[in-house]
């Protein structure tokens, strides 16, 4: 009996331990994630008042406004073309750096902390240096090499050039996990392939590809979520008299001018609740099609 009311004792301390550890994170997740949700799909059915008040239940208008708005369907066509651009770009130079940098070179250390940089500069300081890298007439790309282009006032490329100064900041983290996962791939993989007569090409695409398939999949998976809500950078390098603003404009962006600017917030929680079905959508096919080419070890 002693032994027995000891164990239970043991096993209420362990439970109670693991509640107050995971608490702190609970409480968060709640204030800040689920909480939040749900207030802005209650928003979206409403026709909010002044500060939030006075709420008024107006059913599926919102949404009828929102599939009818050109504004939106432009946003979405915006969106989905800065990821479709950033995304793929990103990962795979960060993958090569990261096979690179996973040698023993000269000066590895150094490198890695150059290509981390952009993750640990303020925002607003990227935005300047790439307002004045894209500057029509004194930007250094167009001195450098010779040219004359708008890089962000031409509705054509806008949207591509705000995505290379995404791809420059989220090269250095993707480059980071990925080292991470490569320092875990046993060498004696690749010594055998040698000896096998491999080359370099094909034991990326049949070792090291495989074996970081896990790490590989949740960059995608992360930096497609992140690619999908980008809002500071457009809010940063285009100004509002901009004429590409229009074509460059991501749902995030119509989200906080419909809410902050025009002070609709019924209308801009519906534009979230889209991004969210969106966001959703593509992540459960990628749920799915991973089945087919992540290993997990």
Not at 222 to 231: G, L, Y
């Amino acid at each position: 009996m002693k032994n027995r009311s000891l164990r239970s004792a043991m096993t209420t301390n362990t439970f109670l331990w693991g509640w107050a550890l995971i608490l702190p994170t609970v409480i968060g997740l709640l204030v800040l994630n689920i909480i939040p949700l749900i207030a802005t799909i209650y928003q979206s059915f409403h026709k909010t008042g002044d500060f939030g008040k006075g709420n008024i239940f107006i059913g599926l208008k919102n949404f009828q406004k929102l599939f009818s708005d050109d504004a939106v369907l432009q946003s979405i066509i915006n969106t989905i073309k800065y990821t479709i651009a950033q995304v793929p770009f990103s990962v795979i130079i960060a993958l090569i750096l990261a096979v690179m940098l996973n040698k023993k070179i000269r000066g590895r250390s150094i490198y890695r902390t150059i290509y981390f940089m952009p993750m640990v500069v303020a925002p607003a300081a990227i935005a300047m240096v790439w307002r004045w890298l894209y500057n029509s007439e004194f930007g250094l790309i167009n001195n450098l090499f010779n040219l004359n282009v708008n890089w962000i006032s031409n509705p054509s490329i806008a949207v591509f050039s705000i995505a290379i100064i995404g791809i420059w900041s989220d090269i250095g983290y993707n480059m980071i996990l990925f080292l991470a996962g490569l320092q875990e791939v046993p060498k004696d993989y690749y010594e055998a392939a040698d000896l096998d007569g491999a080359s370099a090409v094909q034991s990326f695409v049949h070792i090291t590809v495989p074996m970081i398939s896990p790490i590989l999949f949740f960059v995608i998976v992360t930096r497609m979520i992140a690619a999908m809500q980008v809002f500071d950078t457009i809010f940063m390098v285009m100004e509002r008299s901009n004429p590409a603003l229009y074509k460059t404009q991501s749902l995030v962006f119509l989200f906080y001018q419909s809410s902050f600017v025009e002070r609709d917030l019924g209308y801009g929680s519906t534009i979230v609740v889209v991004l969210l079905m969106i966001i959703m959508f593509i992540t459960a096919l990628q749920m799915i099609a991973q089945k087919k080419w992540v290993h997990y070890n």
